[in-house]
């Protein structure tokens, strides 16, 4: 069993960088591919990024080239680098691994999931 723990969550000004982690228990997850969902009130959980095994990463088009998905396996940790933030990105982030090897951006392909951090941007 995977256990997920994200962290790093909180408020931002629009513009403003945040740095979410997802420390991963329970069994080693360097060939599993992880992936970072987002929910915002009234709206159905979406894809934000997602990381294969090999490194190779998805990102949806509304954060390509400000979200940037990396994994450090030494670490069994996933990061989601988040630049110029901007209102419409605040939701709860929820970090994701799935069994297989490689990134996808349906949540249906993902097994295990965390509890979710808070992002609020907002002046």
């Known amino acids: 069993q995977v256990q997920l723990a994200e962290s790093g969550g909180g408020l931002v000004q629009p513009g403003g960088s945040l740095r979410l982690s997802c420390a991963a228990s329970?069994?080693?997850?360097?060939?599993?591919?992880m992936g970072w969902f987002r929910q915002a009130p009234g709206k159905e959980r979406e894809f934000v990024a997602a990381?294969?095994?090999?490194?190779?990463?998805l990102y949806t088009d509304s954060v390509t080239g400000r979200f940037t998905i990396s994994r450090d396996n030494a670490k069994n940790t996933v990061y989601l680098q988040m630049n110029s933030l901007k209102p419409e990105d605040t939701a709860k982030y929820y970090c994701?691994?799935?069994?297989?090897?490689?990134?996808?951006?349906?949540?249906?392909?993902?097994?295990?999931w965390g509890q979710g951090t808070q992002v609020t941007v907002s002046s």
């Open positions: 994701a691994a799935k069994r297989g090897f490689t990134a996808s951006p349906g949540k249906n392909d993902y097994d295990y």
């Open positions: 329970g069994r080693p997850f360097s060939r599993n591919a």
């Open positions: 990381i294969s095994w090999t490194k190779t990463t």
